[in-house]
């Protein structure tokens, strides 16, 4: 489905296809250059959704990345300042990265969000503005806005549930505690006072998720939280739905005139940060 400027947010599918900064930024980058991706460095982009696991109790053979793999994408990756706007990412792996948001783990299985996917220039152009005029925004393959649900409800519950025991073809009856527990805590219970915190938190899971994902395919991006979410809401025609943005991702390949790109990573040690009991 396409997104375009006046037709408000749908809510039937979790993704929605669409034609001194704030960004959730790093002061530290890769010490590997710009240039474009070394062949075998990235993990394939080809599985999709349930075609990954031919058995579902077990994993397929040659399934996972390695973790010399895991860990070069991750050196890799750096919120990328200036987007080169000339390449696009490609259907395939732009497919892969869209399950991956829909695979995102989330409390209680709710998945409290929706995932916007913006490609339309005009539409961008709009948004820049209120994205402290950051470059990513227009200039980036596609931009990913993360909504977050504005309330939990008993027919969000209902819908788990139902889900739950189709897809596991299951009674729905057998899961009656498990519905319990959802009301009792964020629909009756105190969280229920602070449930945009609490669907804030899981869309962040989300976007962690996607910042990984996208690195093993060898894609780039910038988080950004320096932009104005009401007026992303006013624009995207978010104001009276049950969603608003929460986070934003800038999505594509890093310019070779990014001198960010070249910076050293800079991390604490994994010695100060970690520690086992």
């Keep these: 489905m396409e997104y375009r400027r006046g037709e408000g947010a749908a809510t039937s599918a979790p993704l929605l296809q669409a034609g001194g900064n704030g960004q959730l930024t790093e002061m530290h980058h890769s010490s590997h250059p710009p240039p474009r991706r070394k062949p075998g460095f990235f993990a394939s982009g080809v599985c999709q959704g349930r075609e990954c696991r031919s058995d579902p109790h077990g994993p397929d053979p040659g399934m996972f990345a390695s973790s010399d793999t895991l860990l070069k994408a991750l050196e890799w990756r750096y919120a990328t300042k200036a987007f080169d706007a ?103 219970g105190p969280r229920s006072q602070i449930i945009g915190q609490w669907a804030g938190n899981q869309v962040y899971i989300a976007l962690g998720n996607l910042l990984t994902s996208a690195a093993l395919l060898g894609v780039d991006t910038c988080a950004i939280e320096g932009f104005s979410p009401v007026d992303y809401d006013r624009i995207l025609g978010l104001e009276t739905s049950d969603y608003q943005s929460c986070v934003v991702c800038a999505c594509g390949y890093r310019s070779s005139d990014d001198k960010y790109a070249s910076l050293a990573k800079v991390r604490y040690p994994a010695s100060e940060l970690i520690e086992h009991r």
């Design 86 to 188: 000339s390449r696009q990412i490609d259907a395939a792996t732009w497919a892969a990265l869209e399950q991956a948001l829909a695979l995102t783990a989330s409390s209680y299985g709710l998945q409290p969000w929706k995932f916007l996917v913006i490609t339309d220039a005009a539409l961008r152009a709009e948004l820049r503005p209120h994205s402290w005029n950051q470059s990513q925004i227009t200039d980036c393959s596609h931009l990913v806005v993360l909504l977050k649900q504005r309330t939990i409800t008993g027919a969000d519950a209902d819908r788990l549930i139902t889900s739950t025991a189709t897809t596991r073809g299951i009674e729905a009856n057998l899961l009656d505690g498990y519905r319990q527990m959802i009301q009792v805590d964020l629909i009756d």
